[in-house]
Every structure is written in C-alpha cells, then in structure tokens.
C-alpha cells in the first residue's frame, strides 16, 4: 500500500516562499515507473495540477506557475518537495501529493492534504 504524508507550514505571508514536503511509504520515487505530482484544491476552484516528477528526476511545473514554482525530490529520503515563491491569498488551499500514471489531476495514490493559507 503505497502512503504519502505532506508536511509544512499551515500558515504563509504573502510574498513569502512555501515550502511543502511529501513522505513517501510503500513506494519508491527512483525506481517506480510512475509521476509524483503536487496539485491543489482552492476555494470555488477544481484541482489544479502543480507540477510533477519522473522517475527519471525530470520535473516538470504547471506552465502558469512556471516562473514560481520547483519540484525536486530526495530520492534517497524518498521525499518529495515543492517549492512555490511569490504567495497571494488566492494560493490558499489544501495541497496534495499524489502518484499517477501521467502527469496532471488524476493519481492512484493521494495523500490527506495538507492546508496552506495565505495571509495579506
């Protein structure tokens, strides 16, 4: 049974930097042939993919969050990482991790999300 934990502050100023970590359990991010993705859900929103990572190491971000927001991985903590600079009250939301098959809102595995709120 593949698990993922995410992890990080609950509360950020604008402008500030977010920082978010996912565990992984019962998987591997080297070796599995899948993606590992962050996405979101805000308020009044659909869920919004991120950006991923391969098990190559490719990452790979949301073309609108393209100058904001780094994906990487510790492979051998077997952690995930996002990174998302410039935070607005309307990045407020519950962050996910998931593995998928492709890149994007679909997963076989998401973890319980954690809540990013943005203070002006």
């Known amino acids: 049974q593949v698990q993922l934990q995410e992890s990080g502050p609950g509360l950020v100023k604008a402008s500030q930097t977010l920082s978010l970590t996912c565990t992984v359990s019962?998987?591997?991010?080297?070796?599995?042939?899948?993606?590992w993705n962050w996405i979101r859900q805000s308020p009044g929103k659909g869920l919004e993919w991120l950006g991923g990572i391969g098990k190559n190491g490719n990452d790979y971000v949301n073309l609108s969050l393209q100058k904001r927001a780094a994906i990487s991985r510790n492979a051998a903590r077997n952690q995930l990482n996002l990174q998302l600079s410039a935070m607005a009250p309307e990045d407020t939301g519950v962050y996910y991790c998931?593995?998928?098959?492709?890149?994007?809102?679909?997963?076989?595995?998401r973890g319980q999300g954690t809540q990013v709120t943005v203070s002006s």
């Open positions: 019962g998987g591997s991010i080297g070796a599995d042939d899948y993606y």
């Open positions: 998931t593995r998928s098959a492709t890149l994007g809102t679909q997963y076989h595995y």
